[in-house]
T-cell receptor, first 114, second 115 residues
């Protein structure tokens, strides 16, 4: 595997389900990010991790719970979601948090909440 | 306030035409970084270029070129001799030096290249 991978690629869940999104980066990076991409809206940064420590939580509802067990893996645990949470969830990584570092993105998980 | 505007929601051209995607940004900072990303239908955002605020040299990479003009706060992207594989949504983004990790994204321009 190369770059940033995400699983699953598609997920349909009911509002009472619990599911998790997984992201893995094979780039040796120290920073990882979760973004939400909804139709007609700019990308929204949700969470930022640096060396497995959360450094940003962008006013995200508690029904989204991130976990970063090591610098290569990032999870997003989902619980009691709402239909408006349906979106493309993108994971990204960068060398570190320096502003000049580009972010490398995974292909995303297309989430549908029924 | 920091803001990135991509006024062109959608552009459609015929293959081999040249096309320019506009990006206008707002910031009071003197040091910042600008980025372009491509998002093909597969969903993955692909990094294209980074430019820092002190480097106004235009850049060319194959059929792609970028024109950075601080005087007009613009960072436009031109594809020469477009190809069907260039069809994607293109995003321009701004990051401040001490930006609390935020990239400020434009809304994106959907580019359709017709054969």
């Amino acid at each position: 595997e190369t770059g940033v991978t995400q699983t699953p690629r598609h997920l349909v869940m009911g509002m009472t389900n619990k599911k998790s999104l997984k992201c893995e980066q094979h780039l040796g990076h120290n920073a990882m990010y979760w973004y939400k991409q909804s139709a007609k809206k700019p990308l929204e940064l949700m969470f930022v991790y640096s060396l497995e420590e959360r450094v940003e939580n962008n006013s995200v509802p508690s029904r989204f719970s991130p976990e970063c067990p090591n610098s290569s893996h990032l999870f997003l645990h989902l619980h009691t979601l709402q239909p408006e949470d349906s979106a493309l969830y993108l994971c990204a990584s960068s060398q570190d948090l320096q502003a000049y570092n580009e972010q490398f993105f995974g292909p995303g998980t297309r989430l549908t909440v029924l | 306030a920091q803001k990135v505007t991509q006024a062109q929601t959608e552009i459609s051209v015929v293959e081999k035409e040249d096309v320019t995607l506009d990006c206008v940004y707002e910031t009071r900072d003197t040091t910042y970084y600008l980025f372009w990303y491509k998002q093909p239908p597969s969903g993955e955002l692909v990094f294209l270029i980074r430019r820092n605020s002190f480097d106004e040299q235009n850049e060319i990479s194959g059929r792609y070129s970028w024109n950075f003009q601080k005087s007009t706060s613009s960072f436009n992207f031109t594809i020469t001799a477009s190809q069907v594989v260039d069809s994607a949504v293109y995003f321009c983004a701004l990051r401040r030096l001490d930006s609390n990790y935020q990239l400020i994204w434009g809304a994106g321009t959907k580019l359709i290249i017709k054969p």
